[in-house]
């Protein structure tokens, strides 16, 4: 917004006050100027109505927008909040939001101590035709303490300039782009990135270019919102120092497509928990419905004295259209209690699956696949007290410790007997992976054996060996295999 823009519009609010004065609609009950505190119904520190608000509404508004451009009015009324912030409240109706020259919005949040409310899906921005770059709402610089809640967001993705990637990477074309491409560091000097403190509630966002929202920040919030449509990237992306995605609802319908659902990339500390994530019938995930990158990759962002942790639990994923596998590529991740239906899982693809603790999840008619590349001790991975239900499991790779999982057998018994003029028998272990130990008891002589012992194990079987025949009689021996709590390689690893 430039400098004449924001006068103007400014301008415009004072003339709206004097003259409410001067027709007595203050006495009516119209708001007071910008800068006084507000009481009764009016407790917004600054009220835009819509062009197609109703005329009471419109009345008692500090501003009213055209229906064109209508981000200049909303970015002036953020612009002339008091030096400590204050609420911008967006009043039901239809909000044309346009760009402004030389940056990525947009409505844009540049300063501390903003809240910006609407009246839920009654408050519908959206983009206008022929953009380009442009975010719905552009959350921007070393600001913290932000608030955005309660909006119908449209990216209007079909009537956009196509987006390439060499012009503007991915800063705009976002429903709402929380960024500061400064980074940050703290007093000591460390990696800190900003914004800090943002939250994004109780909004509907459609139909966008690239993302719904593109996070990038600390202690970075999107809480219980609903997404619908089109997306060409992520729907919601976190990157950064920390962030939650919790509460929100992905549903993809019959002939919407979606590049990712909800996804960490470099972020160091995040929470994707009890979220809802639904592909129909036609509908297409065409990448990871959830999925961490890996964090520590050579040349990438990193921070000294950092670690990363991520929890992803109670999230409810089912796959009646056709969607990705979800991807669990972080480090010392603790992933609990979520419902995959008819969706893939790996863990350790390609580079991370680190520390993974994989316990209690449900899995029907899928697949859980663990190829972790790494040897080093904190690449342990925990598989326990999961439910399979017409599901499989593959383990290929990655040191994993296993433990009880109803539907994946662990551990179990039998009886093998070595023929009289053998000294071996194959016998199928009917474990789910390569057995950890197997323990042979003799049920009768061995003729001429006096050792016995166990080799070759494999997914499937292992071969008994005696050290002589059994002579006239047949060997026989009780055996237990197990895999449970014990430390297992992949059955591609070297």
Known sequence: ??????????????????????????????????????????TAAVVVAAADAPEPVKRAADIVCTGQDDHVAINAAIAGLPSSGGRVHLTGGSYAIGAVAGTFGGVIIDRSNVLLTGEGSATRLRLQDGLTDCNVIWIYGDIQDIGVRDLFIDGNAKNQVPWVRERSQWNGN????????????????????????????????????????MAHGTAVEVRDCYFTGSFGSHVIELLGHSGRVEGCTLRVKDGDSVGFGFSTDRAYHYHIVNNKIFVEAGGTIRGHPINNWPPKLAGRETAAGYEFHGVIAGNILINNGSSGYVRLDGYMDVVHGNIFRGVPVVIGCPSGGLGVTFDHNLLIN??????????????RILIDGNQFFNSTVK??????????????????????????????????????????????????????????WVDELTARTFTLRVDATPGAATAIFQWRAVTTGSQTLGTGAK
Not at 366 to 379: F, N, Q, V
Request: aromatic letters at 2%.
């Open 366 to 379: 899928t697949s859980l696949e663990i190829k972790s590349p790494h040897r080093d001790p904190e690449s």
């Open 174 to 213: 976002n429903g709402i782009k929380i960024i500061n491409p400064a980074g940050g560091t703290d007093t000591a000097g460390l990696y800190d990135v900003t914004p800090r403190n943002v939250r994004v509630a109780n909004c509907h966002i459609e139909d966008c270019v690239l993302m719904a929202v």
């Open 1 to 42: 917004m430039t400098t004449a823009q924001h006068g103007m519009v400014m301008a415009a609010l004072a003339a709206m006050e004097a003259a409410a004065v001067a027709t007595g609609m203050a006495a009516e009950g119209a708001a007071p100027p910008v800068t006084a505190p507000m009481t009764g119904a009016r």
């Open 395 to 452: 383990h290929t790779d990655g040191i994993v410790v296993w433990g009880s999982n109803p539907g994946y057998v662990t551990e179990n018994t039998g009886t093998a007997v070595i023929a009289a003029e053998q000294t071996a028998v194959v016998v199928e272990h009917g474990l789910a992976a390569v057995p950890a130990s197997v323990q042979l008891t003799p049920a009768n002589s061995l003729g001429a054996g006096t050792k016995f």
